[in-house]
T-cell receptor
Framework: GQSLEQPSEVTAVEGAIVQINCTYQ??????LSWYQQHDGGAPTFLSY????GLEETGRFSSFLSRSDSYGYLLLQELQMKDSASYFC??????????FGAGTTVTVRA | DADVTQTPRNRITKTGKRIMLECSQT?????MYWYRQDPGLGLQLIYY???????NKGEISDGYSVSRQAQAKFSLSLESAIPNQTALYFC????????????FGPGTRLTVL
């Protein structure tokens, strides 16, 4: 099985940069994904890393290091609408996706 | 129109009742999933299906069953609901050519009294 760990909460001010780390234990996987979920809403896809390195999508970037069993999501130029929960997930070789417990990001004015 | 729809959106039922949650998609994806989310927790995979004739158990399938009626339809049943099945249930599809990116429905909030 897979085990993913991420911080439970992060608070930052508008305009700041936030990094959400995700460490995992898995025997093998295709990639690491990140999803955003606003309170009561459906998770929506943000980013996917199949290879080591940085993937940039607008204000959001995601990073993966397979050798360190570690990834992160970087949120830049934080806006109030970025207040949400963020989940990392691995796609293992048997396709039974595993999600982390989520990180609640609170953006303050 | 939404690509992945779920019915009902909210349901309150009593212990021992049989409940069916339905999911439909217009994305044309073969892969469909059912997840459960408890407050403050991540998503747990209940069942998944890669085509109409393929059904697989996830990590928490006990107490649940599924039916894949067509490529576009995937239903989740609780044969005899119990209070600890109170949760938010999400259906999803995925595109294997995009890293198995998950596309979620709006969710069904189920309360078992």
């Amino acid at each position: 099985g897979q085990s993913l760990e991420q911080p439970s909460e992060v608070t930052a001010v508008e305009g700041a940069i936030v990094q959400i780390n995700c460490t995992y234990q898995t025997s093998g996987f295709y990639g690491l994904s990140w999803y955003q979920q606003h309170d009561g809403g459906a998770p929506t896809f943000l980013s996917y890393n199949a290879l080591d390195g940085l993937e940039e999508t607008g204000r959001f970037s995601s990073f993966l290091s397979r050798s360190d069993s570690y990834g992160y999501l970087l949120l830049q130029e934080l806006q109030m609408k970025d207040s949400a929960s963020y989940f990392c997930a691995v796609t293992p070789h048997d396709y039974k996706l595993s999600f982390g417990a989520g990180t609640t990001v609170t953006v303050r004015a | 129109d939404a690509d992945v729809t779920q019915t009902p959106r909210n349901r309150i039922t009593k212990t021992g009742k049989r409940i069916m949650l339905e999911c439909s998609q217009t994305k044309g994806h073969d892969r469909m999933y059912w997840y459960r989310q408890d407050p403050g927790l991540g998503l747990q995979l209940i069942y998944y299906s890669f085509d109409v004739k393929d059904i697989n158990k996830g990590e928490i399938s006990d107490g649940y069953s599924v039916s894949r009626q067509a490529q576009a339809k995937f239903s989740l049943s609780l044969e005899s609901a119990i209070p600890n099945q109170t949760a938010l249930y999400f259906c999803a599809t995925s595109d294997p050519y995009k890293g198995d990116t998950q596309y979620f429905g709006p969710g069904t909030r189920l309360t078992v009294l």
